[in-house]
T-cell receptor
Framework: DTEVTQTPKHLVMGMTNKKSLKCEQH?????MYWYKQKAKKPPELMFV???????INESVPSRFSPECPNSSLLNLHLHALQPEDSALYLC??????????????FGPGTRLTVT | GNSVTQMEGPVTLSEEAFLTINCTYT??????LFWYVQYPGEGLQLLLK?????DKGSNKGFEATYRKETTSFHLEKGSVQVSDSAVYFC?????????FGAGTRLTVKP
């Protein structure tokens, strides 16, 4: 099973709302990632978790709050977002960091619209 | 630092034409190189990979060879199909860092 699942597929939220994006994988991967992708652009790395600990935060605003409750799950909590945060949010997983560099498996993404 | 430079698109080809999408990289050490494909409305799918110099990655008729001497990883396919229409991203993984190229949109016409 090489599948990464993400829910919801689409999300519309107001600037005062609080919502969460969810990501799950059952490949035994111990590294998980959040990316943001704007239209016609490559994915931009936001956060990396390695062995359930946050290892990379690419200077992301605090209105985005990641959480890794266990080795299979990754959440992204959203609060007080701005319209410019509208994008496709992609989750990915891979074998652990630090032992070579392994390919990442991506989920289908959550299309977020902030109104 | 690590970076990837990818051929600007869009690229439009007729069915059964030969495809080349150029990709060059800058990195220290020994990066791994990848090609990902993104179909409309979907996430990225790994197309092929190479982890060391002179490795050739291949999948679904696509090929790319890791050339350290020219720091390149060009994507090729001998005969494209309409179903190959998508955005292709070259990527580099090195020292816990993943870098994507800008992406090349390919449209194949019947």
């Amino acid at each position: 099973d090489t599948e990464v699942t993400q829910t919801p597929k689409h999300l519309v939220m107001g600037m005062t709302n609080k919502k969460s994006l969810k990501c799950e994988q059952h490949m035994g991967h111990r590294a998980m990632y959040w990316y943001k992708q704007k239209a016609k652009k490559p994915p931009e790395l936001m956060f990396v978790y390695s062995y359930e600990k946050l290892s990379i935060n690419e200077s992301v605003p605090s209105r985005f709050s990641p959480e890794c409750p266990n080795s299979s799950l990754l959440n992204l909590h959203l609060h007080a977002l701005q319209p410019e945060d509208s994008a496709l949010y992609l989750c990915a997983s891979s074998r652990p960091l630090g032992d070579g560099y392994y390919e990442q498996y991506f989920g289908p993404g959550t299309r977020l619209t902030v109104t | 630092g690590n970076s990837v430079t990818q051929m600007e698109g869009p690229v439009t080809l007729s069915e059964e034409a030969f495809l080349t999408i150029n990709c060059t990289y800058t990195a220290t050490g020994y990066p791994s190189l990848f090609w990902y494909v993104q179909y409309p409305g979907e996430g990225l799918q790994l197309l092929l990979k190479a982890t060391k110099a002179d490795d050739k990655g291949s999948n679904k008729g696509f090929e790319a060879t890791y050339r350290k001497e020219t720091t390149s990883f060009h994507l090729e396919k001998g005969s494209v199909q309409v179903s190959d229409s998508a955005v292709y991203f070259c990527a580099l993984g090195n020292n816990n860092d993943m870098r994507f190229g800008a992406g090349t949109r390919l449209t194949v016409k019947p």
